[in-house]
């Protein structure tokens, strides 16, 4: 156990529709990463919070948007899906920044229908 | 943006067989960070190598990062059917930089 709490573990909807992924870090860690991770492309970096700040923004979508919450829990919000955005998606948390250990939570595995 | 290219991407073995995969970049990473996923798991971390030239070993897994600081291995001695699944390199640049990993390497192993 990671101590990373990922919901829901599965979600299934249809295209043009908009989903929330949410992530609870473990405690005491301040970063929240979300990664998209397909067959196809592997683990890709999509947005990183830090303590409530936007801090790194990687291959996200402009139809994606992120926020961390002062729990630090944090919120993937996926909108006017397609069928391209099946995939697992992760969030991870670290104590600070890119050289700390990543824990990662079980991943909410998103199927676009 | 730093790549890191990880070969192969594919490796089947039987067990008791030794195994090495590469994780490399034309970047300079301050720290190169090991994972292994698992089927509907999260990646979870092996080990992190700060230094050039670092070896560390953890039991029959031994890692290496290279003199430059660009590259990377892993060796497995000996594999058994336990250490079969998803490895992940990837690179951290500096304290507040993003890590930024590699497709992977698929690795089963065999009975």
């Known amino acids: 156990d990671s101590g990373v709490t990922q919901t829901p573990k599965h979600l299934i909807t249809a295209t043009g529709q908009r989903v929330t992924l949410r992530c609870s870090p473990r405690?005491?860690?301040?970063?929240v990463y979300w990664y998209q991770q397909s067959l196809d492309q592997g683990l890709q970096f999509l947005i990183h919070?830090?303590?409530?700040?936007?801090?790194a923004k990687g291959n996200i979508l402009e139809r994606f948007s992120a926020q961390q919450f002062p729990d630090l829990h944090s919120e993937l919000n996926l909108s006017s899906l397609e069928l391209g955005d099946s995939a697992l998606y992760f969030c991870?948390?670290?104590?600070?920044?890119?050289?700390?250990?990543?824990?990662f939570g079980q991943g909410t595995r998103l199927t676009v229908v | 943006t730093q790549l890191l290219e990880q070969s192969p991407q594919f490796l089947s073995i039987q067990e008791g067989e030794n195994l090495t995969v590469y994780c490399n970049s034309s970047?300079?990473?301050?720290?190169l960070q090991w994972y292994r996923q698992e089927p509907g798991e999260g990646p979870v971390l092996l080990v992190t190598?700060?230094?050039?030239?670092e070896v560390k070993k953890l039991k029959r897994l031994t890692f290496q990062f290279g003199d430059a600081r660009k590259d990377s291995s892993l060796h497995i001695t000996a594999a058994q059917p336990g250490d079969t699944g998803l490895y992940l390199c990837?690179?951290?640049?500096?304290?507040?930089?993003?890590?930024?990993f590699g497709a992977g390497t698929q690795v089963v192993v065999t009975p």
């Open positions: 991870a948390s670290q104590v600070g920044g890119g050289n700390t250990e990543a824990f």
């Open positions: 405690s005491g860690d301040l970063s």
């Open positions: 919070y830090y303590n409530g700040e936007e801090r």
């Open positions: 970047s300079v990473f301050s720290s």
């Open positions: 190598v700060v230094t050039g030239g």
């Open positions: 990837a690179g951290g640049s500096g304290s507040w930089g993003k890590l930024q």
